[in-house]
């Protein structure tokens, strides 16, 4: 079983929706990331929480919101989706002593 | 603010060739220098992982190197095969109040074809 799972992993959905993707890890790891990828941006930095109730903005927070209720989820929301985020959205874990992160499959968003 | 370059975008080669992915970063203060593997579906796997006071690092076919004053880095790859075939990205950690933050790069798609 995957390490790091993301639900769900295709989603289409219309402008001005309120969608929630979900991350799960059994990887027991505090440290949780939300990414998106564009097309020739690489990957940014939504939001990522170090510890349970733990959030922090990251490179491109706006429109988006996030829920640390537990260690292992981590869900990400869109209030009202707009075109703009259709994107593919990565989760990622780790630990403080640890230098790399682990990714999940990632989740393909299209917001028509 | 750190920028994250990859050259080429996109690379095409028989299997059996050595290849050479770049990566070029703007600001060479950095924690270490990561190499990751994209496969479609599958999200993303880390390759090699260079500390900044590291050269270069090694991992079966594959060679990293890195020259942190000229903000660059190469991959290696040796005696490709068609299995390589992915999207590879390189990204730079900084060490912040917020702690371990990556940078990525655009990435490379290689694809080796038989």
């Known amino acids: 079983d995957a390490d790091v799972t993301q639900t769900p992993r295709n989603r289409i959905t219309k402008t001005g929706k309120r969608i929630m993707l979900e991350c799960s890890q059994t990887k027991g790891h505090d440290r949780m990331y939300w990414y998106r990828q564009d097309p020739g941006l690489g990957l940014r930095l939504i939001y990522y929480s170090f510890d349970v109730k733990d959030i922090n903005k990251g490179e491109i927070s706006d429109g988006y919101s996030v829920s640390r209720q537990a260690q292992a989820k981590f869900s990400l929301s869109l209030e009202s989706a707009i075109p703009n985020q259709t994107a593919l959205y990565f989760c990622a874990t780790g630990q403080p002593n640890q230098e790399t992160q682990y990714f999940g499959p990632g989740t393909r968003l299209l917001v028509l | 603010k750190q920028e994250v370059t990859q050259i080429p975008a996109a690379l095409s080669v028989p299997e059996g060739e050595n290849l050479v992915l770049n990566c070029s970063f703007t600001?060479?203060?950095?924690?270490?220098l990561q190499w990751f593997r994209q496969d479609p579906g599958k999200g993303l796997t880390s390759l090699l992982l260079?500390?900044?006071?590291?050269r270069e690092q090694t991992s079966g076919r594959l060679n990293a190197s890195l020259d942190k004053s000229s903000g660059r880095s190469t991959l290696y790859i040796a005696a490709s095969q068609p299995g390589d075939s992915a999207t590879y990205l390189c990204a730079v950690s900084k060490i912040t109040g917020g702690g371990n933050k990556l940078t990525f790069g655009t990435g490379t798609q290689l694809k080796v074809e038989l």
């Open positions: 260079i500390q900044s006071s590291q």
């Open positions: 600001d060479s203060a950095i924690y270490n």
